[in-house]
């Protein structure tokens, strides 16, 4: 029996990675030692002759005494090099569950072109590898499961996430990441509820079954991570409202809520899709896990959502069983591969635009002050728009044969295969922008305190000896997050206007544009940020999501990114994000959970809680080997504290101090 227990010395520098440029040399000599010929084959061979060579050669490890076979031979990931990537989306893994993958395969008189002829070879080459973990497996009982992906459906729950196990390590293999799972409560229910008559599973051993499920998937979690530790989009959706109405869960809904509760892992992350509808007894369960600190789950309103998919073009039918990608940027599950998050448009940068270069002697009012901000959020706009008619994505098989529309097309989701194409872009800086705003309008034309002229000197020079005009600006009483009708009308206008600039965007395969308030770039995109008349120094980060730093009230902060007019395209992630402590969530979990029912019907679109203390994170900043499990909520994933960057550490501790200044 071929059964490697250690880990390969290749993985174990997955484990080391301090240094990413050192670690990807080490990872390509690895991957010239073992298969020196791939490197021709990848400059000059097919997509399939490539993927099959991956197939055949990646080096499969066994562990003994584990209930599920998985790995990633990180010195042997296929090199994309013809294009861009398919990444942070969830595919129909319905498909390997409930078929053989033979069934997937186009008969002989279905080949109608190169495309059916590569989807059937790439079938083959999945066959291929499940055959080689088989014989490598031996008389072990999970041998089967692998002989079984050929031409039989899943025979039982366990065998159907072993399925979603093998499928995942190659899309990773595959170099496709951030892959989150979709809506796994709906997709296995059937063989849970199999097994469950046959009287071999109930809620408690599904949920033994899932805790070892999220264990394996967060072993590789260093080499999953992509923009910081963490980040890797391992994101479990649950629970949903149904075509009639009705808000569906099951066991398995629970399940993996509690298994995420019971592992104290940072990633994978599960989101509960609620309603008005969800009983009181899931969101008790959601809280109890929030409570424990691990970052989930996060929340989205089905309410919201699926109204404005609707609206949006989605058919009715599919709005229903939306996913999300790696955050929180909804995208039709099973039938949408692409990435939600292809670029950043920074609010703030169009009003320091303003300010460098427009001759402001000539604007006279607010209003006038509004019009030229407006032009230049549209060139920005335009910039991000012309990024995007240009990017074209790699020809991709594999992804085509998980991806609703590409086989009744006969096309890839490179040449518009899918049923959605639609792409999707983050903002950020939108809370800094709209206080800006309001204190131009105070300090220049209510109060005329100052000039325009007066405030580009300030934000050029930093605000250099001018910290009691910082405090007073971060003061104003008047501010982002407010349930006040200025504020939310001065954001609407700002939404409005993008809808109107990015309307017209048709991409190469017919899909259009959606954007959301919403982006983990509020750090990076600060960087190279000259200071804003909100109060903020040049490089400082800008506010988080739908969020203040003024210790709003949390049902104001509701009310407000409630009352916002997100119309038209603006439904790409608008999350309300606020940090409570752990006394006060632990302390008044039944009025939390009054708040989070509360919070569904007055219609947020989508929330998440990070669970911190100020106290405890100083602490393990000073000194992280003594605290190396806190988690924290990042952007739209959770990590350890202790790997964080400095900077990120900052935000975060920034945050808890003012919330906890809030509820003391």
């Known amino acids: 029996m071929n059964i490697e227990c250690s880990v390969k010395e290749s993985e174990k520098l997955i484990f080391d990675k301090k240094n990413a440029a050192d670690f990807q040399k080490r990872i390509n000599d690895e991957r010239g030692r073992i298969f020196p010929e791939y490197d021709a084959l990848n400059r000059e061979g097919s997509y399939v002759e490539r993927f099959k060579a991956v197939m055949a050669k990646c080096e499969i490890h066994i562990r003994e005494n584990e209930r599920f076979v998985y790995f990633i031979d990180s010195a042997f990931v296929f090199d994309n090099n013809r294009g861009v990537g398919f990444d942070n989306l969830s595919v129909d893994y319905r498909k390997i569950i409930y078929n053989g993958l033979r069934d997937l395969k186009y008969k002989d ?89 046959k009287g071999v599973i109930d809620r408690e051993r599904a949920t033994e079954i899932i805790l070892d499920f999220y264990k394996i998937l967060h072993r590789y979690f260093w080499f999953k991570s992509h923009a910081l530790l963490g980040d890797t989009g391992q994101l479990v959706i649950v629970g949903r409202t149904s075509p009639e109405g009705e808000y569906i869960y099951n066991d398995l809904t629970f399940a993996f809520i509690d298994g995420i509760r019971m592992a104290q892992l940072p990633d994978p992350k599960v989101m509960l899709r609620v309603s008005s509808k969800t009983p009181r007894e899931l969101i008790e369960c959601a809280v109890n896990c929030i409570a424990t600190g691990v970052g989930c789950p996060l929340f989205a309103n089905d309410d919201v959502i699926i109204q404005k998919l609707i609206a ?132 220049v034309f209510d109060e005329r305190i100052f000039t325009l002229t007066d405030i580009r000197r300030m934000i050029i020079n930093d605000f250099e000896g001018q910290d009691g005009l910082i405090k007073t600006l971060k003061d104003n009483p008047r501010h982002y997050g407010m349930d006040d009708d200025f504020v939310i009308s001065l954001t609407d206008r700002i939404i409005d206007k993008t809808c109107d600039f990015t309307s017209d965007f048709v991409n190469y395969m017919g899909g259009k544009l959606k954007f959301g308030l919403s982006s983990p770039a509020y750090i990076d995109s600060a960087k190279n940020t000259l200071a804003s008349f909100d109060g903020r120094r040049k490089g400082e980060a800008f506010h988080v999501h739908i969020s203040t730093t003024d210790g709003e009230a949390y049902t104001e902060l509701v009310n407000f990114a409630s009352a916002l007019d997100l119309q038209r395209n603006s439904y790409n992630g608008n999350v309300v994000d606020f940090i409570t402590s752990p006394a006060f969530i632990t302390d008044y979990t039944e009025k939390f959970t009054d708040f989070v029912e509360g919070a569904v019907r ?63």
């Open 602 to 664: 007055k219609g947020f679109f989508e929330m998440q809680v990070g669970v911190l203390s100020s106290d405890m994170l100083i602490k393990a900043r000073e000194d992280p080997d003594a605290f190396p499990n806190i988690i924290v909520r990042v952007w739209g994933f959770s990590t350890y504290f202790k790997d964080l960057p400095d900077n990120y550490k900052d935000v975060v501790i920034k945050r808890a101090l003012a919330n906890e200044r809030k509820t003391a």
């Open 312 to 443: 949006n073009g989605i058919e009715r039918e599919d709005a229903f069983y939306y996913a999300t990608s790696a955050c929180w940027e909804p995208l039709i599950a099973w039938k949408c591969p692409i990435s939600n998050n292809l670029t950043v448009l920074n609010y703030m940068k169009s009003l320091e635009n303003l300010f460098l270069r427009d001759p402001l002697e000539r604007i006279k009012d607010f209003e006038n002050l509004m019009q030229r901000y407006f032009f230049y959020l549209e060139r920005n706009v335009n910039a991000a728009k012309n990024s995007l008619y240009q990017r074209r994505f790699a020809y991709d098989p594999l992804v085509s044969v998980f991806i609703g529309g590409c086989r009744e097309k006969r096309k890839d989701v490179s040449q518009g295969g899918a049923v959605y194409n639609d792409y999707g872009m983050t903002t950020v800086a939108m809370s800094n922008v709209v206080n800006a705003l309001i204190n131009i309008k105070k300090y």
């Open 109 to 197: 008189n279905g080949q109608k072109n190169q495309f059916c002829t590569d989807y059937n070879e790439v079938i083959d080459g999945l066959v291929m590898l499940a055959q080689r973990i088989a014989d490598a497996l031996g008389e072990d009982r999970r041998a089967a499961w692998f002989r079984d992906i050929a031409d039989k459906a899943a025979g039982s729950f366990e065998e159907a996430l072993q399925r979603v196990l093998f499928l995942n390590q190659v899309l990773w293999q595959m170099n496709h990441p951030l892959m989150g799972f979709g809506l796994l409560d709906t997709i296995l229910d059937t063989v849970y509820t199999n097994d469950k008559q």
